[in-house]
């Protein structure tokens, strides 16, 4: 089937320049919403059509719509950002995309099509370029997401969905500088299993880490870390960004790990982007799997030194300390670490044009 064309109808009555400045000022994040969006229908039999950049608005919903009952519901994460000659550019767009045809297939939902995908962030972006902030680590955050459109209760894929970019200006995550985080391992909820729907970015997942995160500002943590379903003792993620453990090595180099790919766990765009940005800086850089045990006990001998998160939002977040029922351990000397905060700076200069760009990632709108 043919990808269709997305026919612009933007709002009459966008928001002033003095309202927008305002709130590009302090967006906070997710709290504030560009003047239009990208709606894109798929219909069973007909495919993907009536694909139009609106004014952004409310979504008018049936009672008995499938995804309020049934959680047909995925969704992407990516930044705009203002480069160094003024110019925006978005960083791995089609990575994005691939990654919401994987969310689709396993939540059983039409794949959009990766250039559909990227057209429809690329319109809304352009149309809304304004409010792509131009102030250090402040971005322009897309939000892709599909829900299912089908009014009915039987228990099956819909046969109608909707597609739709929202946009929202993003502030620097630690305005006032990089701040450790403070992490609970959580050992009576799991996020996911192998074979469940871990790997996919929908809806349902998030709406599970809910209790396992309240339960960690329970004990004084600012985040859950996921252990996996079986053991119980195989470090996942961190709420919902990836982790990265940094170690000495004995020529004293170090070697950055991030736990592999297991068929539970995101595989985090900001994650596959981390892992080359280290090769291209001289670390050793892998896969592989890491303990509970091996965790507190390479802290306690020195080996490991420092231990991050990583994500879309946040960029890079360093964790300070570690906090289990039976356990309570500082990170290292509980500061931001020497490779974290390089890493953290060679990924944000690459995103705004500060460095250069090897492996294409930056998808330029001008």
């Known amino acids: 089937m043919t990808t269709p064309t997305i026919e612009l109808k933007p709002t009459s009555h966008p928001l002033s320049d003095a309202e927008r400045e305002a709130i590009l000022a302090s967006p906070g994040f997710g709290r504030h919403f560009t003047d239009n969006m990208v709606t894109v229908r798929w219909t069973e039999g007909r495919g993907w059509h009536d694909a139009q950049l609106v004014p952004y608005a409310p979504l008018s ?16 994460g990516l930044k705009a950002y203002r480069q160094a000659d003024g110019t925006v550019a978005t960083f791995r767009p089609e990575a994005n995309a691939e990654r919401f045809q994987t969310s689709a297939r396993r939540i059983a939902m039409p794949e959009v099509p990766v250039d559909l995908f990227i057209a429809a962030c690329d319109a809304l972006v352009q149309q809304d370029k304004a409010w792509v902030p131009s102030t250090g680590e402040a ?4 939000r892709p997401f599909m829900i299912a459109a089908e009014v009915g ?3 099956k894929p819909a046969n109608e969905y909707l597609f739709i970019v929202i946009a929202s200006p993003a502030g620097a995550y630690f305005p006032g500088g990089v701040k450790p985080v403070s992490v609970w391992l959580s050992e009576e909820y799991v996020r996911a299993v192998k074979g469940g729907t871990g790997a996919a970015k929908t809806g349902g997942n998030y709406a599970a880490s809910l209790v396992a995160q309240a339960e960690a500002a329970q004990h004084g943590c600012d985040q859950v870390v996921w252990l996996d379903a079986v053991e119980h003792r195989w470090i996942e993620e961190m709420g919902g960004m990836n982790l990265y453990f940094v170690y000495a090595q004995e020529d004293g180099s170090r070697k950055i790990v991030t736990p592999e790919l297991t068929g539970s766990l995101l595989p985090g765009i900001t994650r596959d982007s981390l892992l080359k940005i280290a090769r291209d800086l001289g670390y050793e850089a892998v896969e592989g799997r890491i303990s509970t045990e091996d965790w507190k006990r390479d802290n306690e001998n020195g080996t490991l030194l420092e231990v991050f998160a990583c994500g879309t939002a946040a960029v890079i977040t360093p964790v300070g300390s570690v906090k289990s029922a039976r356990h309570h351990w500082t990170q290292g000397d509980g500061e931001p670490g020497e490779v974290t905060m390089k890493l953290r700076r060679a990924l944000l200069d690459l995103q705004t044009g500060q460095a250069p760009d090897p492996h294409g990632w930056m998808h330029p709108l001008g």
Request: net charge negative; proline share 4%.
């Open 61 to 76: 919903m049936d009672p008995a719509n499938m995804t309020l009952h049934y959680a047909q519901t995925i969704f992407e």
């Open 139 to 142: 971005s322009l955050y897309l």
């Open 153 to 155: 209760l039987g228990v």
